[in-house]
C-alpha cells in the first residue's frame, strides 16, 4: 500500500505549497508535480499531490521557478514566475485543473512514460525516455525523486524516515556512508530504467528495510536484434563535471547479451557554517568540502530464456573510484560580549586519498507462471576494497592569522 501524506511547511522555508482541485473543487490525489528553475529549465524535484490535493516543496534555494502538474483525463497545467523569497513560504492557492476536451478523431496514442506512477505497493520514479534519461547519476536523480530526501551529507530518507536501504536490480548494496555515494555518483542516468520507491517494504524484503527501500532498476533492453549508444553529458556549476557512457545489447528468442560501460569526474562542493555560544564564548565556524571523484563502471550480463517461464541468468559489475576530497574548516572565536573582536582563529584544512573498488558476480534463475506466482534463486558474489588516507593539520592562531599559538 502506497502512503501518501502532506508534510507539514509552518516550520520550513524557503518552500512553496498549494492544493489542486477539480472543477467541483474536489482535491485531486496523485497529480504528477514538477519544479523547474525559471533560468535554465532544469528539474528541482518531483512530487504527487496527497489524498487532500496538497503539495509541497521544501528547503528550496531563494529565486525564480515554475511548475508543470498533469493528472490523467486533466489539462496541463503550467504556472510561471514563482517567487522564492528566504525564510519564506510561497502560497499559491487553490490550483484548478481543467478537464481534457480530445475529440476521438483527433486523438493520439503517445508512447511516452509519465515521470511518476503509482503502483499498489510502490512509486515508480521513470528515468529512460523522460527528461531524466540524460546529464545526471543515480545520486542526483535521487534528490528529485518524489517522497526522498537526500541532505548535505547524502544521507537518504524517505517520507522523513532514515535508514533506507538502497538496492540495484532487486539486490541490496551492502555498502553506506560515503561509499554508497561515491557508487551512486558512478551509476549514470542513461543505464537506468527507473527507480522504485517502496516505502512499506513487504514481506520479500529484509526486516531492515522498515524504513523504506529504493531499488534502481538497470535497463535491459526487449527488442530481438542488436542496438546499443554512446552518450556524454557535461554540467558547469561552481565546477565542472563530466561523465561518458555507453550500452549494448543483442537478443533472439534464446539469448539476451548486454553490456554497459562508463567512465567520468564529478566534482561538488558542501558549504556549512555555524555560529554558536559557549562558555562566554562566541564561536564562529565555516567549513567546506570539495569532493571530485574519478569513476569508471563495466557491467557484462548475459541471459538464457530456457522456455517462455524460465530465465538462467550472469552478471557482472565492476565500478571504481578514486578521489582526493579536499575540507577546509576555520573557527574564529571572540568574547560573547564583543562578538566582532577575534583574539583567536583555529584552522584545520584536510586532504584526503580515498579508492573504492568492487567487482560483484552474480548467477540468478528466474521462473514466473502464468498466474503471476514468481521463484527467483540467486548466488553472489563480490569483493570490495575500500581504502582512505586522511591528513589534517590544525594549528592555532592569533587573530591576524599570521603569529601562531
Given amino acids: 500500500m502506497i502512503s501518501i501524506y502532506s508534510q507539514s511547511l509552518i516550520a520550513q522555508k524557503n518552500a512553496i505549497k498549494g492544493t489542486i482541485e477539480d472543477t467541483k473543487n474536489q482535491p485531486i490525489a496523485f497529480a504528477n508535480t514538477l519544479l523547474f528553475k525559471t533560468k535554465d529549465s532544469v528539474l528541482v524535484k518531483t512530487a504527487l499531490s496527497d489524498n487532500n490535493g496538497q503539495i509541497g516543496f521544501e528547503a528550496l534555494q531563494a529565486g525564480y521557478y515554475y511548475l508543470l502538474i498533469s493528472y490523467i483525463g486533466m489539462q496541463d497545467k503550467y504556472i510561471k514566475d514563482i517567487s522564492v523569497e528566504e525564510n519564506k513560504i510561497k502560497d499559491l492557492g487553490i490550483i484548478q485543473l481543467l478537464p481534457s476536451s480530445i475529440q476521438l478523431n483527433e486523438a493520439?496514442?503517445?508512447?511516452?512514460?509519465?515521470?511518476?506512477?503509482?503502483?499498489?505497493?510502490?512509486?515508480?520514479?521513470?528515468?529512460?525516455?523522460?527528461?531524466?534519461?540524460?546529464?545526471?547519476?543515480?545520486?542526483?536523480?535521487?534528490?528529485?525523486?518524489?517522497?526522498?530526501?537526500?541532505?548535505?551529507?547524502?544521507?537518504?530518507?524517505?517520507?522523513?524516515?532514515?535508514?533506507v536501504l538502497i538496492y540495484v536490480d532487486g539486490k541490496r548494496l551492502p555498502i553506506n556512508g560515503e561509499d554508497l555515494s561515491n557508487y551512486l555518483q558512478g551509476i549514470m542516468a542513461d543505464q537506468i530504467d527507473r527507480i522504485d520507491i517502496i516505502s512499506n517494504p513487504g514481506s520479500k524484503y529484509e526486516a531492515e528495510g522498515n524504513a523504506g527501500i529504493i531499488d534502481i532498476k538497470l535497463k535491459r533492453n526487449k527488442?530481438?536484434?542488436?542496438?546499443?549508444?554512446?552518450?556524454?553529458?557535461?554540467?558547469?556549476?561552481?565546477?565542472?563535471?563530466?561523465?561518458?557512457?555507453?550500452?549494448?545489447?543483442?537478443?533472439?528468442?534464446?539469448?539476451?547479451?548486454?553490456?554497459?560501460?562508463?567512465?567520468?569526474?564529478?566534482?561538488?562542493?558542501?558549504?556549512?557554517?555555524?555560529?554558536?555560544?559557549?562558555?562566554?564564548?562566541?564561536?564562529?565556524?565555516?567549513?567546506?568540502?570539495?569532493?571530485?571523484?574519478?569513476?569508471?563502471?563495466?557491467?557484462?550480463?548475459?541471459?538464457?530464456?530456457?522456455?517462455?517461464?524460465?530465465?538462467?541468468?550472469?552478471?557482472?559489475?565492476?565500478?571504481?573510484?578514486?578521489?582526493?576530497?579536499?575540507?577546509?574548516?576555520?573557527?574564529?572565536?571572540?568574547?560573547?560580549?564583543?562578538?566582532?573582536?577575534?583574539?583567536?582563529?583555529?584552522?584545520?584544512?584536510?586532504?584526503?586519498?580515498?579508492?573504492?573498488?568492487?567487482?560483484?558476480?552474480?548467477?540468478?534463475?528466474?521462473?514466473?507462471?502464468?498466474?503471476?506466482?514468481?521463484?527467483?534463486?540467486?548466488?553472489?558474489?563480490?569483493?570490495?576494497?575500500?581504502?582512505?588516507?586522511?591528513?589534517?593539520?590544525?594549528?592555532?592562531?592569533?587573530?591576524?592569522?599570521?603569529?601562531?599559538?
Wanted: hydrophobic content about 30%; aromatic content about 12%; charged content about 20%.
Fill in 223 to 405: 527488442n530481438f536484434g542488436a542496438n546499443g549508444n554512446v552518450n556524454s553529458s557535461m554540467s558547469q556549476g561552481r565546477y565542472n563535471s563530466f561523465n561518458l557512457g555507453s550500452n549494448g545489447n543483442y537478443r533472439n528468442r534464446k539469448i539476451n547479451i548486454f553490456g554497459q560501460a562508463g567512465y567520468g569526474h564529478y566534482k561538488g562542493y558542501n558549504d556549512i557554517d555555524f555560529i554558536s555560544y559557549q562558555n562566554g564564548l562566541y564561536i564562529e565556524e565555516i567549513n567546506k568540502f570539495v569532493p571530485n571523484p574519478i569513476y569508471n563502471n563495466l557491467r557484462l550480463g548475459l541471459d538464457y530464456f530456457v522456455n517462455q517461464h524460465s530465465t538462467l541468468g550472469i552478471l557482472f559489475s565492476n565500478r571504481n573510484s578514486e578521489g582526493k576530497p579536499i575540507g577546509y574548516n576555520r573557527i574564529r572565536i571572540a568574547d560573547a560580549k564583543f562578538i566582532t573582536v577575534f583574539d583567536s582563529v583555529l584552522i584545520a584544512n584536510t586532504q584526503n586519498d580515498n579508492i573504492r573498488k568492487s567487482n560483484t558476480y552474480n548467477i540468478n534463475y528466474h521462473f514466473e507462471n502464468p498466474v503471476g506466482t514468481s521463484l527467483n534463486i540467486d548466488f553472489d558474489y563480490g569483493k570490495f576494497k575500500n581504502e582512505s588516507n586522511r591528513n589534517q593539520v590544525n594549528a592555532f592562531y592569533k587573530s591576524d592569522e599570521t603569529t601562531e599559538l
Fill in 108 to 163: 493520439t496514442i503517445s508512447a511516452n512514460r509519465s515521470i511518476i506512477e503509482v503502483k499498489s505497493d510502490r512509486l515508480v520514479f521513470n528515468v529512460d525516455g523522460t527528461l531524466n534519461s540524460t546529464g545526471s547519476n543515480a545520486l542526483e536523480l535521487l534528490h528529485k525523486a518524489p517522497s526522498v530526501t537526500v541532505d548535505n551529507q547524502d544521507n537518504i530518507s524517505i517520507l522523513g524516515r532514515t535508514g
